[in-house]
């Protein structure tokens, strides 16, 4: 399969290239050039043509783009970036979109996820006014709905903290490892049979907390993350 990965230069978009490359035929396209064997395409994401070119010939895309510091430079890449890549997906006859979002968990407003347990992927997003959260939700509802009108085929993998630590002896339960986060873009390219055309996926860690259930994941994408911190919810209390 051709999958196209955009933001690949990121953090997440590193490992993300790690992965699939084992398995796939990758094409790179961010805003800045990344060092890699597989073919790169510099591509703003707020550009439609430039997307609409990464677009040509691929089988899958998976848009890692994010932008958080300044309000309407967020606006453009997140949510205007999102409607490019879905827009050029479309038109361009690819099979499949990821999209990368954040979890519930990620709020910092009043009313928001922060002190839930059993938030799963059903639960509505509670962005507040948070500039990142908000645009990136308002992504996933452009996700949402390309996928109904347009026939695309859309999984948008929602995630908190990525870790590259193992070991590390502190994690939030919405921690992942990234090679497991990386696991899961590639089994959210690959996977065929799905309920509907627009799915969410939670990916985290498998820990007993109960703040954020995996199960759909598990079920669905057969995600099983290998690390998942058991130093640490086994830590004896002091």
């Not at 995630?159 to 919405?174: K, M, N």
């Amino acid at each position: 399969m051709k999958v196209l990965v955009l933001g690949a230069a990121g953090w997440v978009g590193r490992p993300v290239v790690r992965e699939l490359g084992k398995y796939h035929e990758l094409v790179l396209a961010d805003i800045v050039p990344t060092d890699s064997p597989h073919p790169f395409i510099q591509t703003d994401v707020t550009v439609p043509d430039q997307v609409l070119r990464a677009c040509e010939g691929v089988d899958a895309a998976i848009n890692l783009t994010v932008f958080r510091e300044e309000t309407q430079k967020a606006f453009d890449v997140n949510v205007r970036g999102a409607y490019n890549v879905l827009h050029a997906a479309a038109k361009q006859g690819v099979r499949r979109v990821v999209h990368s979002g954040p979890t519930p968990h990620a709020g910092r407003c009043p009313g928001d996820y922060a002190n839930d347990f059993g938030v799963t992927e059903d639960c509505p997003p509670r962005p507040g006014a948070d500039r990142y959260l908000l645009t990136k939700f308002l992504a996933e509802e452009i996700c949402r709905s390309f996928a109904l009108q347009r026939r695309l085929s859309v999984v948008c993998i929602r995630l908190y903290v990525f870790s590259q630590d193992a070991r590390a002896r502190f994690v939030l339960p919405e921690t992942v490892h990234e090679d497991d986060l990386a696991v899961a873009f590639r089994l959210a390219v690959e996977v065929q049979d799905l309920p509907s055309r627009f799915e969410i996926f939670q990916i985290y860690c498998d820990n007993p907390t109960g703040r954020a259930p995996i199960d759909k994941a598990k079920r669905l994408l057969g995600f099983a993350p290998r690390v998942n911190y058991e130093h640490v919810w086994r830590r004896a209390p002091r």
